[in-house]
Antibody, heavy 119, light 104 residues
Framework: QVQLQESGPGLVKPSGTLSLTCAVSGDSISSNNWWSWVRQPPGKGLEWIGEIHQSGRTNYKASLKSRVTMSLDRSKNQFSLKLTSLTAADTAVYYCARGSPIIMGFDSWGQGTLVTVSS | EIVLTQSPGTLSLSPGERATLSCRAS???????LGWYQKKPGQAPRLLIS???RRATGIPDRFSGSGSGSDFILTISRLEPEDFAVYYC??????FGQGTKVEI
C-alpha cells in the first residue's frame, strides 16, 4: 500500500520561501509515476501546482512557474516543493500525490499539511 | 491552459436521489485525461473516476462518468449519506474545476 506524508514548517513569512517534503513508502520515486503537489486555500477549491517525473522532467502550473521548483531525493525516497516570494494568497493546505500514467489520475495522496503565510 | 468549469456550484438533494454534475472544458482534450475527485473536509481528495469513465479501485458502481471532447458528466445514481461532499473534475496533469458541492 502506497503512503505519502508531507512535512515542513506550518508558518512562513511573507516574501519568504516555502519548503515541503513528501516521504513515499510502498513505491519508489524512481518508478514510472509523476509526483505531484496540489493545494487548497481555506474555503476555496483545489489547485494543481505541478509534478515531477523520475526522469527529472517537471511540469508546473503556468501562473506559478516563476516561483516553483520541484526536486527528487532518491536516497530518501522523497520529493520536494519550493515556492518563493510568498504572500498571504499562498496560505493553503498542501497535498502531495502520486500521479499514475496507467490510471491517469492521482491514486494516492498525503494527508495534507497546512501552511500559513504570516508575519 | 485549459479551464474547467463545473456546474452547478451547489446541488441540494436528498439521500436516494440522483446527482448529475457537469464539467465543461474551454477546449477539447482527450477523455483519457479527465478525472473526478471527491473531497470531504479534513480529508485528502479521493479519486473516483479516471479516463472520463473508469471507476477507481474500490469505488461503488453508483458512481459513473461519461463524456468526451469538452463536456463531461459525473453521475451518482442514488445518493448515500456519505456521498455528500464537494466534487472536482481535473484534466490530469493540469487544472481542477472549481468544484460542485453536493449537499442535503
Amino acid at each position: 500500500q502506497v503512503q505519502l506524508q508531507e512535512s515542513g514548517p506550518g508558518l512562513v513569512k511573507p516574501s519568504g520561501t516555502l519548503s515541503l517534503t513528501c516521504a513515499v513508502s510502498g513505491d519508489s520515486i524512481s518508478s514510472n509515476n509523476w509526483w505531484s503537489w496540489v493545494r487548497q486555500p481555506p474555503g476555496k477549491g483545489l489547485e494543481w501546482i505541478g509534478e515531477i517525473h523520475q526522469s527529472g522532467r517537471t511540469n508546473y502550473k503556468a501562473s506559478l512557474k516563476s516561483r516553483v521548483t520541484m526536486s527528487l531525493d532518491r536516497s530518501k525516497n522523497q520529493f520536494s516543493l519550493k515556492l518563493t516570494s510568498l504572500t498571504a494568497a499562498d496560505t493553503a493546505v498542501y497535498y502531495c500525490a502520486r500521479g499514475s500514467p496507467i490510471i491517469m489520475g492521482f491514486d494516492s495522496w498525503g494527508q495534507g499539511t497546512l501552511v500559513t503565510v504570516s508575519s | 491552459e485549459i479551464v474547467l468549469t463545473q456546474s452547478p456550484g451547489t446541488l441540494s438533494l436528498s439521500p436516494g436521489e440522483r446527482a448529475t454534475l457537469s464539467c465543461r472544458a474551454s477546449q477539447s482534450f482527450s477523455s483519457n485525461y479527465l478525472g473526478w475527485y471527491q473531497k470531504k473536509p479534513g480529508q485528502a481528495p479521493r479519486l473516483l473516476i479516471s479516463a472520463a469513465s473508469r471507476r477507481a479501485t474500490g469505488i461503488p458502481d453508483r458512481f459513473s462518468g461519461s463524456g468526451s471532447g469538452s463536456d463531461f458528466i459525473l453521475t451518482i445514481s442514488r445518493l448515500e449519506p456519505e456521498d455528500f461532499a464537494v466534487y472536482y473534475c481535473q484534466q490530469y496533469g493540469g487544472s481542477f474545476g472549481q468544484g460542485t458541492k453536493v449537499e442535503i
